[in-house]
């Protein structure tokens, strides 16, 4: 059984291998055969993300998807929050969850996090997800944490298809599926996280023929919006 990796967060990792070249090195014919047709290699690769912190726990400890700067002073990104600026109400929630220039609050991050993703924030739903995954958020099923990072991979989001890709693996918060964890994996590659690269190629060595044979027809399938967002957003 492949290693278990926590989630990931955010980094500035190097851009990973192209996709086609990964999987033909394990005789993956069908997946050799996918045209550019295929939603999720129909995205432009992510451009990388800097992190005030690159550490990755066991549980998951989340990092910002668009840190904050210098000249974005506190009383700035709260009047911008309140004022329904999602990407100021990630931000300031990234603050209160780790108590950075604010006593850490958990619950009014959660709050904020869950404001951003009523108004569609994608990076929102991951950093929800791994806020309820390291059961520190006020709901603390991982059923959600999946459901967010699902919502989130299917809109573009390469990182929350990666961890995605590690909750299927390991059963976490949902039944066990390797074919389905080795397709999140990919598409997590091909939307520019290059840490999938770490965990789909032993993955895809324990595929049995069957699972193999289940990999390759979710690949061909592939029920991604032909149109996908970057990681950015």
Known sequence: MPPFRPLATLGNP???PPFRRALSSFGLATALLLTPSLSCMA???ASPQRSTSDAVTEQAAPAPAQP?????PLARLTAQAKSGNPRAQLQLGLLYEEGRGVPQDLRRAET??????SKGYINAMNQLALLIDSG????TGRGEAVRLFRKAAEKGNGLAAYNLGLMLREGRGTNKDWPQAAYWLACADVLGEPRAMKDLPPLLRQLS????????ARLVKAPLPPRVQPTGN
């Not at 904020?112 to 993703?117: D, K, M, N, S």
């Not at 023929?209 to 390759?216: A, H, L, S, T, V």
């Open 14 to 16: 190097p851009p990973s």
């Open 43 to 45: 995205g432009t690769t």
């Open 68 to 72: 904050v700067q210098p000249d974005e």
């Open 112 to 117: 904020l996090y869950r404001q951003a993703i």
């Open 136 to 139: 520190r958020a006020g709901t």
């Open 209 to 216: 023929p069957e699972q193999r044979k289940k990999f390759n």
